[in-house]
């Protein structure tokens, strides 16, 4: 079974800061995904990727299989951001399932 | 709009009655699964379904039941539900084995058993 690792599981920086968050997992995976929670509890799907790097606004995920390693960037942080970020490996095996391991989160606070 | 639609959002019961859990996804997903969150666990799978009358159990399949006889729906049933069911459970659908595409998650559901 895989294991999901996240660090830091909580960080605190202020507005305009660059973050990083990373994820490192300990078995081969199909795929990464990285997950935001807001407060009030709605998972909203940020990226999905299984090799390279992904940009969308000023969220970068990278992924590097070789070492199990996955980061996601935020550039120019802003309050909005705060939320939890999760990581989670996406295996499919022999049958065609799609489990997903879940990292336990990183919670973000950005103060003004 | 192309969403996962779970109901209801909060939801008190009292432990053995029977509750049912919905899930709706208006995307024809082939893949349904459900998850719950708990504090210091995070998210944990409790059934997926690769198909109308495919399910299977996930991580943590214990006092859950599932049933896919429509494409669009998947819900979770609690024959009788205990206090350690007591959490907050999300609903997710994508499209079948292209894992090149992301997960759509429901608001969620905040169930309280006492």
């Known amino acids: 079974k895989n294991e999901v690792e996240q660090s830091p599981q909580n960080l605190t920086a202020q507005e305009g800061e660059f973050i990083t968050i990373n994820c490192s997992y300990s078995?081969?995976?199909?795929?990464l995904h990285w997950l935001q929670q807001h407060p009030g509890g709605g998972i909203v799907s940020l990226f999905m990727l299984s090799s390279g790097k992904k940009k969308h606004g000023r969220l970068i995920a990278t992924i590097n299989i070789q070492e199990k390693h996955s980061s996601l960037h935020i550039t120019a942080s802003h309050p909005r951001d705060s939320a939890v970020y999760i990581c989670?490996?996406?295996?499919?095996?022999?049958?065609?399932?799609?489990?997903?391991?879940f990292g336990k989160g990183t919670h973000l606070i950005i103060q003004p | 709009e192309a969403q996962v639609t779970q109901n209801p959002r909060y939801l008190i019961t009292v432990t053995g009655k029977k509750l049912t859990v919905t899930c709706s996804q208006n995307?024809?997903?082939?893949?349904m699964s459900w998850y719950r969150q708990d504090p210091g666990l995070g998210l944990r799978q409790i059934y997926y379904?690769?198909?109308?009358?495919?399910?299977d159990k996930g991580d943590v399949p214990e006092g859950y039941k599932v049933s896919r006889k429509e494409k669009r729906n998947f819900p979770l049933i609690l024959e009788s539900p205990s206090p350690n069911q007591t959490s907050l459970y999300f609903c997710?659908?994508?499209?079948?084995?292209?894992?090149?595409?992301?997960?759509?998650f429901g608001s969620g559901t905040r169930l309280t058993v006492v």
């Open positions: 078995v081969g995976i199909s795929a």
């Open positions: 989670a490996a996406s295996m499919v095996s022999g049958g065609g399932a799609d489990g997903l391991t």
């Open positions: 997710a659908s994508k499209k079948r084995l292209w894992f090149y595409y992301g997960y759509t």
């Open positions: 379904s690769m198909n109308v009358e495919v399910t």
């Open positions: 995307m024809n997903h082939e893949y």
